[in-house]
Nanobody, 125 residues
Framework: QVQLVESGGGSVQAGGSLRLSCAASAYIDSWRCMAWFRQAPGKEREGVASIDSGGTTAAAASVKGRFTISKDKAKNTLFLQMNSLKPEDSATYYC???????????????????WGQGTQVTVSS
């Protein structure tokens, strides 16, 4: 079974940056759509950013201009560069992958079947 392992989370002050990584156990281009999601306590899991096999990206309005999704095929790794972090960005961040094309911009959690275990991001004011 394919594994996705996130890393790079941590604690940072507002305005700071973090770079999350998601290492895949299989060839990353075997998935046509990959994405980052986040879930804060008591809230639903929400889509943050997605990228398809052609490199087209999408991002939630709340993170546009601050977060950038990318992937390194040689390293089979998905990244999320997060800049200008805000306290409301605090959550557990998950990467996800699907074999099919991105549906609805790739930001709907119910369309993904492969998930990592998550990495915690805490932003203090």
């Amino acid at each position: 079974q394919v594994q996705l392992v996130e890393s790079g989370g941590g604690s940072v002050q507002a305005g700071g940056s973090l770079r999350l990584s998601c290492a895949a156990s299989a060839y990353i281009d075997s998935w046509r759509c990959m994405a980052w999601f986040r879930q804060a306590p008591g809230k639903e899991r929400e889509g943050v950013a997605s990228i398809d096999s052609g490199g087209t990206t999408a991002a939630a309005a709340s993170v546009k201009g601050r977060f950038t999704i990318s992937k390194d095929k040689a390293k089979n790794t998905l990244f999320l560069q997060m800049n200008s972090l805000k306290p409301e960005d605090s959550a557990t961040y998950y990467c996800a992958a699907r074999a099919g094309v991105c549906v609805g911009g790739g930001l709907y959690a119910t369309t993904y079947f492969s998930w990592g275990q998550g990495t915690q991001v805490t932003v203090s004011s």
